[in-house]
DNA sequence: TGAAGTATATTCACTGGTGAGTATACTTTG
DNA sequence: CAAAGTATACTCACCAGTGAATATACTTCA
């Protein structure tokens, strides 16, 4: 039994998820996560290599977590297609007002790690917005061949760019309204790729 | 006259803004900024308060120009509106195929500080995507009444939120097809608030 | 006019503190 | 006991910011 092992690792891993999506990742220090896990800085470097590790690891733990967080949103929304795109965007205004939020922790990672476009982190990072997009594209596709002259992964795609630029927005002007109207702005393109009429909320 | 003067704070400008954007704000130390510049610390410190107002400064120093890209662009592009909407997205495809091409730093500034939400550097930040926005609602507003439904200030924030997205996901994948994909979002937007049939490319 | 004084601009050398990462030794537990 | 796990205590590099001194130019007024 590992179980204490585990249970450093796990603790490090918490700490280093609250402060790198709190602080940055280059604003937290190994020393600071160590003494938030309640631990030592070499027990941090025996279960991982290194900072950039340690990185990879917190992107790591939250990619299905927060794919999940979407689905269940998706999912829990009343009405079509339109409606439910439009829910996730209405669930991250309704997170993004709490004051802990700090927008996305895979975007502000990639914008800290900009000047090291091999980081393993950024390939993390790449992966779930892939996930992400896919995803999007599987449920535009199951939806039904009426969009025809706008294809489901274009669609996925631009409702991905929405989502994204939403998280970036908010974090530039502390407003969450801007996811609100991210939503607005997905709903007419998902709307009118269903080739009905774009009703406008 | 005060030459001199003026040159040493320029010269420490242009290093700051070469570096800061091309490795981020908490990557890069003063003292890189001023062997860059040729000059001593001090004499940064002179200039400049604190690393922080100097953060300002090099976000003040590219509000004009950035946005008169962006006018440039638009003016120059052929066919109605749709299309000069969609050239922006275009010229940023193209910009971010260059290897420093590096993201927005608007937006790079914004993930870096925040856990900082106060800073002087966030508020110009902030201020310089208003303009965008408030320039493309100009826009909107004077190409015509046609969008009734749409109000023009609805549709600039919706093309703004593409902007965003597309600078955030081309970082995160390195691929400037990103651009386009949000270019092609934003003419199918604004090409349906004019009332046409939206006509993809 | 020119000497004395003052503001501007810059340098050298430093401080106190923190950063990532490590050498070594102790401790637990199967 | 031996291996896994953790701690103490350290290195060396760097960082934001400063103290004291100096050089240059502009201003004042005898």
Redesign the pocket.
Known sequence: ??S??S??RDRILTAANKLFYAEGIRAV????IAAKAG?????V???FK???DLIEAYLVSRDQPNLELFRSWFEAAEGGLPDKVQAIFQNIAASARHPKWKGCGFLRTAAELANMPGHPAMKVGAAHKKKFEAWMAEEFQAAGRELAPYPAHDLARHVMLLLDGAFSTILVHRDAAYAEAAGEAARVLVAGALGGASQRA
Chains 1, 2 share one sequence.
Do not use: F, G, Q, V
């Open positions: 039994m590992r204490t092992s249970n450093a220090s190994l020393d600071t631990i030592t800085k070499k027990t470097y025996y279960h290194s900072k950039d």
